[in-house]
């Protein structure tokens, strides 16, 4: 499995823009990032996911570099409820299986 | 629509007994997964279902095992239970190739 590293904890304060990066530069052309979140006592909750291009929802947007080997996500207007465990995870095309390293803790500031 | 139900939340065993843990995926939703969440491993693969058939298997012992059913409903069995196995268990479904959508775990305590 396609192995992601994060930084284990990021703080910033409410109402300012988050920048969470993602290394994975043994990446294949197959796999999909994707980023998923857990709130304290929740499971896990699909953020946003992409390919090659830079990707935005309502929750977040997906900045990918153009060799695939990193990406970024990116939370344009932090608010308390997006303290979570961000996890980024590499998952092949057509696959289900989601491998979570130990994510990025967000604390977010008031 | 209702999301991914598990249940029991909560559970306490003791070390050498079985245990089930029921998990219905959101209407329409033919794969069903699941993960053990520990504070030393974080979160690991156990299983996937799709139509039935179990698709991809995680690493762990055969004591794990689990069966979904003709309506996509899941279940996993763990037997002869050790202390080591008191973790999160969470199910996630999903479409063909979609997001995965989970429920909020059942926690399983091994005394």
């Known amino acids: 499995d396609a192995k992601t590293t994060q930084p284990n904890s990021m703080e910033s304060n409410e109402e300012e823009p988050v920048h969470l990066p993602c290394n994975h530069s043994?990446?294949?052309?197959?796999?999909?990032i994707h980023w998923y979140r857990q709130l304290p006592s929740q499971g896990p909750e699909y953020v946003i996911h992409g390919l090659t291009s830079n990707v935005n929802n309502r929750m977040a947007s997906l900045a990918i570099a153009e060799d695939r080997k990193s990406s970024t996500l990116i939370l344009h207007r932090a608010t308390l409820r997006d303290a979570a465990v961000y996890y980024c995870i590499l998952r092949d095309r057509g696959a289900q299986k989601l491998v979570f390293g130990q994510g990025t803790r967000l604390t977010i500031n008031p | 629509k209702a999301g991914v139900t598990q249940t029991p939340r909560y559970l306490i065993k003791t070390r050498g007994q079985q245990v089930t843990l029921s998990c219905s995926p959101i209407s329409g939703h033919r794969s069903v997964s699941w993960y053990q969440q520990t504070p030393g491993q974080g979160l690991q693969f156990l299983f996937e279902?799709?139509?039935?058939?179990?698709?991809n298997k995680g690493n762990f012992p055969g004591r794990f095992s689990g069966r979904q059913f003709s309506n996509s409903r899941s279940e996993m069995n763990v037997s002869t239970l050790e202390l080591g196995d008191s973790a999160l268990y969470l199910c996630a479904s999903s479409l063909a190739q979609g997001e995965a959508f989970f429920g909020q775990g059942t926690r399983l305590t091994v005394v």
């Open positions: 043994t990446i294949s052309g197959t796999d999909y």
């Open positions: 279902y799709f139509s039935e058939t179990q698709r």
